[in-house]
């Protein structure tokens, strides 16, 4: 969704009151030019169905409007959208992987999202810095009956403690690299975990959208890390996806593709800009 802030309604009971409060003061601060909200869950706003639903006894999940809302949406929208400019074709099937201290994976079909990772809130899907990611909801049943954590000390645990900080012992992927290298166990086995979900959620989305011609990496790890990369792609191998070790290692602040003429597959870095997409849609309304 993208809204003139005069036309903005209560937007349900997921939407934080901070927020709310924030567009508030801009309001008064700026009350002289136009005001536009970017909702970074619109890209997502017409999932089907079918990926939006949780399977959730129907009347429950309605009264409380709990389903699939994604995140990270203005990132997917905008590199999916440059990666079909690049390649001179608006028919693509796509997986973009957002990988920055948040991180999260999306599966577009001739620009239109068909699936995400992230959910009801960001914590679902891929391993991220400091969330678990996917998990068996009854793990929170369980601590709160064999462990006695109160909801809030397993939303923290669940959205800050855990995933690579949890797991490795640090959030930053250098760090991780560095634990790897010096031998720690600990460190390798969270790398194998973020990278076993990645290859997970590629294989899904590719049979979701019965293909898959480009795969981008973008954010913090996605843009920068090239070691992840090619440990992914490696994984991906059986798909006929290729990568060119050389492209792969250049640091470059551009979008390009990275791997080889004849892979299956077309793999691409493309940084991310949500400033600028965020500005672009304002356009279309002021
Ligand atoms: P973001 O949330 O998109 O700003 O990404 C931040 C994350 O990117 C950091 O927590 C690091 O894990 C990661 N990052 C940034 N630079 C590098 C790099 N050169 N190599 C590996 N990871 C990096």
Redesign the pocket.
Known sequence: MIAKISELVPLGPLHNPAHLKGIEVGLELLSDVPHVAVFDTAFFQDLPEEAARYALKRDVADQYSIRRYGAHGTSHQFVSGEVSRMLGRDDLKQIVLH????ASASAVVAGHAVDTSMGLTPLEGLVM?GRTGDIDPAAVFHLARVAGMSADEIDYLFNRESGMKGLAGD????EV?KRIDAGEQNARDAMDIYLHRLVKYVGAYTAVMGGLDALTFT???GE??SR?RSELIERLGFMGVQLDADKNAVRSGDGRIISTPDSAIAVLVYP?NEELAIARQAMTLV
């Open positions: 990988l920055g201290n948040g810095g959030n930053d992927m250098r690299w954010a913090g790890i920068n890390d992840l991310t």
